[in-house]
């Protein structure tokens, strides 16, 4: 296995302001908008050693920056998200950027390059510092939405504020993402998943797949077997066909917690296997969001 985990699949929008907003409501404390250097713009919520990201487009004048061989950050988001709004790329948690690179390469993976970059920032006591990230990019020329890239984050300090971290609705980290594919598409999947976390990973469920991580599953579904996990599925979630990212599966401290902001809000939402779905994928930038209580260890 690599130390690869889910950190952050991107859920590409078309409004960033909106949707942060609608996040907001739904008890997630979320940083102020940020900007890439490749011209993507990003609101974070943030967890322990993971992100949810919302991604959308800020400067298409930088799209083509900070290319990794061929693959152009920027470039790839504006081209997938001109088609839906959802997931169409993730970062891999990790601790070793180059060793885990080296393990994808000896399964038979393919990275398109690296990219460095950081930004300035000034500490709570004023004194300037920089972070420093790291990315190894990992594309699939046949799974374009399940591209992934190793992120390691060298000064995680930089980026991990408690204040930021305790979330109304309880919520403290993802437990899973859900993938959608049919079974036409899903040995294409497990050997792609195999490569990024090794074979010894990957575990045969009733309803499909699951990928061990060193942080959360992946979870693999088709349309006849998500609604096990996440209930009949609404009209319009990744209407295309494409493998991918259909749900983030969030922990939080119970699910008590969660409700009050659902009600609120008024969030279309189901009860599956003890877990609370919310459906409106419109709403959510193409997305659904499973809700599991899972105590904080």
Known sequence: MTTLGIDHPLVCVRD??????????????????????????????????QLL???????????????????????????????????????????????????????????????EFGRDVVRDDGTPDRTK??????????????????????????????????????????????????????GRVRDWLSVLHGADAVRDTDWGFEVATTNGQWRVVSRATAPALLGKLPDGLASDGAPSVISLDIRCHA???????????????????????LTEVARLGGILLSFHEIPKV
């Open 16 to 49: 960033l302001a909106a949707m942060r907003a609608t996040y907001q409501s739904l008890g997630f404390l979320m940083k102020p908008p940020g900007m890439h250097p490749w011209g993507t713009s990003t609101a974070l919520v943030i967890f322990r050693n």
């Open 53 to 115: 990201e919302l991604v959308s487009i800020k400067d298409e004048s930088l799209l083509d920056g900070y290319a990794a061989g061929s693959f152009r950050f920027g470039r790839h988001v504006k081209a997938w998200l001109a088609e839906r709004e959802g997931v169409c790329l993730s970062a891999l948690n990790s601790m070793d950027a180059e060793a885990d690179e080296a393990a994808v390469l000896a399964r038979g993976g393919s990275c398109a390059g690296t990219v």
């Open 133 to 186: 990230t790291t990315l190894k990019i990992f594309p699939h020329a046949g799974l374009p939405r399940l591209s992934m890239f190793a992120c390691q984050q060298h000064r995680r300090d930089l980026i991990e504020f408690p204040d930021w971290m305790d979330h109304p609705n309880g919520a403290h980290g993802f437990a899973s993402a859900t993938i959608l594919a049919a079974p036409s598409d899903q």
């Open 255 to 277: 699910l008590s917690q969660l409700r009050p902001f659902v009600e609120a809000g008024e969030f279309v939402c189901q009860d599956v296997n003890g877990a609370l779905v």
